[in-house]
């Protein structure tokens, strides 16, 4: 033969023994029952990775989680942790060993081992399956099953620092996997609280797609696109045809890529008059309703997803995207200084917004605009006549009825209502809306226009100059954060004119006051860009509060506690016998020692438990003592006691102390005058000293001082430091210590 041939005949031969071979070894497993697992095997890198999980979640002795960490470096040593690096049976076992330790293992828990020993020898590759039932079963075994999950996720793009987001808007960091983008994928998730949950490994990918409704495409290019989504612009690869920016889209992912781009083109603008869970009111268009999924992003500045809670109320600051009728995306355009206020106008009673009855009239002529919008009609109303409008009125049959003023400079007298200087009159222009609950009276005028009648209202014209600049300032301070974020959205309006914002309109506009607003024009307070809660209130008792007074957690550095003295150092005065003896001593570099309410008395003799009880919205009847159980470092009062026949209760805040303590009667005051008391006593900063009779409390009498919530400027302390040659900038930076003087406009 021929050297060749022989090489042939050697070569046929080595294979006809190895193919007997395996057929033997195939025999051999027959025989015992066994054939060879076919399917996806488990990595080692994966096995490790779900393994370590588990002994971070899972209650475990500390042998066992040695074991575990031991095992994991045992397996990634004997076979590597690279993709062709495969987990044995006998790997497994031993695992399992581990889990099992130190726990009751039933013939039930066994149950999937025992049928895996028929299926495997310890050398063969285990199945990914067989891997995860296993894990499974001890997850929920060591009742973590809430903590690592299995669950199908609707994938974008990658975060930074090895991260990638869903299509809800959750991010998970990763490690040692490779996340695929843009798909629907099966994955064991680990559950972070605090931090971002971790995908583990990746189960499976599916060809199912998805759809992000109304995303917003930043930009494109000829290659792919650019989109904003839970607060992430991430990049899709896509040929496009077409170049543009800033459009609303629903996005259509599957396999790793986009399969449709749905552009919403139709776009609406308008003046918003009011904002709703449902929908928001446009000026000249009516009410839009939102669709159930619509978004909400801010194009001006840095572009980013926002809410609308940044609808400003009054202004056409932004467009709307329609689909089918409804708001599927608000574009937040731009951002402005403002200048005009919308003000709901409070009842006679001052007790609610909503009117039964509005009568008007001006000393020009008024035009007024009424009917549904699309079909708008106006009448004009000679000077000096009267408008009557009540529910049945043809003139709140449609829409918003506008009610505007043909000069400028005149002014809208409201009828139907008396303030304290006599019947209102109002600058600007009015709307009333009829709604359930009655007519609502709002009125939009320029914002230095309103502060001309909330300056004289909060603060007595009579005081120095320097102290109705400052209050001129906070007052227009405080408003315009409701500019940026209206108070009564649903309403259309950005406050009210009443106590809850700032009293507006209560007592007419003066010369002084008007002054003071045009010395401070556009001036407010800011710290770190934004306009600060300029709390004020009338009259200190010789130390001031932080917002921790409200029971406010927000860090707001510029309120701080202090005495408001120009001699003293700062107190701490929580303990009581501190405080006590902070009140009963005389303080001569106190500013306001001299103003009447900078102490107060009151006295009930006879409780009423019944009037106490239903204010704190408790059951009781018998009342056995009565304490200030906590105080600021102000001394101010935050939590009061009251022990009863049916159990201790606490009376937490300021507001409330004051209105559970207040029964009525007289207040007097240091300089021996008698003020009657409404709701509330004058402020929290008080002593309390029960009076008993068999146990019981019968009565008590309090010694407090100052007049509020003590937290801001005291208006009477600005004055009083006025008085002693202080300038508005000096008042202002003792009461909002590191705030910063910004001239809007």
Aim: aromatic share 10%.
């Amino acid at each position: 033969m021929k050297k060749w041939e022989k090489l042939a005949a050697k070569a046929g031969m080595i294979l006809l023994l190895l193919l007997l071979f395996c057929i033997l070894i195939k025999k051999d497993r027959q025989e015992r029952g066994m054939l060879v697992p076919e399917g996806e095997k488990i990595q080692i890198k994966d096995a490790i990775s779900l393994v370590m999980a588990f002994g971070r979640k899972a209650s475990l002795s500390e042998e066992q989680r040695e074991k575990l960490e031991n095992w994991s470096l045992q397996v990634s040593e004997a076979h590597g942790e690279g993709e062709s690096s495969l987990l044995t049976y006998g790997d497994y076992i031993e695992l399992t060993a581990i889990w099992d330790q130190d726990r009751e293992t039933e013939n039930t828990e066994k149950a999937p081992e025992k049928e895996l020993d028929q299926k495997y020898r310890k050398e063969d590759l285990l199945l990914f399956q067989d891997f995860t039932e296993g894990y499974q079963k001890r997850l929920e075994a060591f009742q973590i099953q809430d903590q690592i999950v299995r669950e199908t996720l609707e994938l974008l793009g990658k975060g930074s620092e090895a991260s990638v987001i869903d299509s809800r808007g959750n991010t998970y960091g990763y490690e040692n996997v490779e996340v695929p983008v843009y798909c629907v994928a099966e994955a064991y998730v680990e559950r972070n609280e605090g931090e971002d949950d971790r995908i583990l490994v990746l189960t499976e990918r599916k060809k199912n797609s998805f759809t992000l409704k109304n995303a917003l495409i930043t930009e494109n290019d000829a290659d792919g696109f650019y989109f904003l989504w839970s607060g992430e612009e991430m990049y899709c690869p896509l040929k496009n045809n077409e170049i543009f920016q800033e459009k609303v889209a629903d996005l259509t992912f599957a396999e790793g890529k986009a399969l449709d781009r749905k552009i919403k083109n139709e776009k609406v603008g308008g003046v918003l008059l009011g904002v709703a869970e449902e929908g928001i009111e446009l000026e000249d268009r009516g009410f839009l309703p939102f669709a159930e999924d619509y978004r909400v992003y801010q194009l001006y500045g840095s572009c980013k997803e926002s809410d609308r809670t940044e609808f400003k109320i009054g202004y056409d600051f932004a467009d709307y995207v329609m689909d089918k009728g409804k708001v599927c995306a608000v574009l937040l355009v731009k951002d402005q200084n403002m200048e005009n206020i919308r003000v709901a106008v409070s009842n006679q009673a001052y007790d609610g917004i909503y009117h039964e009855e509005i009568k008007l009239k001006a000393d020009c002529e008024l035009n007024l605009i009424y009917g549904s919008y699309g079909d708008r009609q106006s009448r004009r109303i000679p000077a000096g006549e009267e408008v009557i409008v009540d529910s049945d009125s043809m003139l709140v049959k449609g829409d918003r009825l506008m009610i505007e003023p043909s000069a400028a400079s005149s002014r809208i007298q409201v009828l139907s209502l008396k303030r304290a200087y006599g019947i209102p009159s109002y600058r600007g222009r009015m709307e009333i809306v009829k709604k359930e609950q009655g007519l609502l009276l709002i009125n939009e005028l320029l914002l230095e226009e309103y502060l001309y009648s909330v300056v004289p209202s909060e603060m007595p014209s009579s005081y120095p100059a320097e102290a109705l600049e400052a209050q001129a300032v906070c007052a227009r301070t405080y408003a315009y954060r409701y500019l940026l974020k209206s108070g009564l959205p649903e309403e259309g309006a950005h406050v009210d004119d009443s106590v809850r914002y700032q009293v507006y309109n209560n007592i007419e506009e003066s010369r002084n006051a008007r002054r003071a607003v045009g010395e401070t024009a556009g001036e407010m307070l800011f710290y770190d860009g934004v306009p600060i809660h300029a709390y004020y209130y009338s009259t200190s008792c010789g130390s001031g509060s932080d917002e921790r007074a409200f029971g406010s957690t927000e860090d707001l550095p510029y309120l701080n506690t202090r005495r408001i003295s120009h001699e003293e150092e700062e107190e701490d005065l929580r303990e009581e016998s501190a405080f006590q003896d902070f009140l009963k001593e005389e303080h001569p570099g106190d500013y306001e020692k001299e103003e009447a309410w900078y102490r107060w008395q009151y006295e009930v003799q006879e409780i009423d438990a019944a009037k106490m009880a239903e204010i704190m919205k408790e059951a009781f009847s018998e009342i056995y003592d009565i304490s200030v159980e906590k105080r600021l470092e102000s001394g101010l009062a935050t939590v009061l006691s009251v022990k009863t026949d049916t159990g201790d209760y606490e009376v937490k805040g300021e507001y409330q102390i004051r209105q559970v303590l207040s029964q009525g009667g007289e207040v007097i005051r240091a300089d021996g005058s008698a003020v009657t008391t409404g709701k509330l006593l004058p402020s929290a900063y008080l002593i309390i000293s029960v009076e008993k009779k068999r146990g019981n409390v019968i009565g008590y009498t309090i010694f407090g001082g100052g007049y509020g919530h003590g937290v801001g400027m005291s208006q009477n302390g600005a004055a009083d430091m006025a008085r002693a040659g202080r300038k508005r900038e000096e008042i202002l930076s003792f009461f909002y210590e590191g705030a910063d003087f910004v001239k809007m406009y």
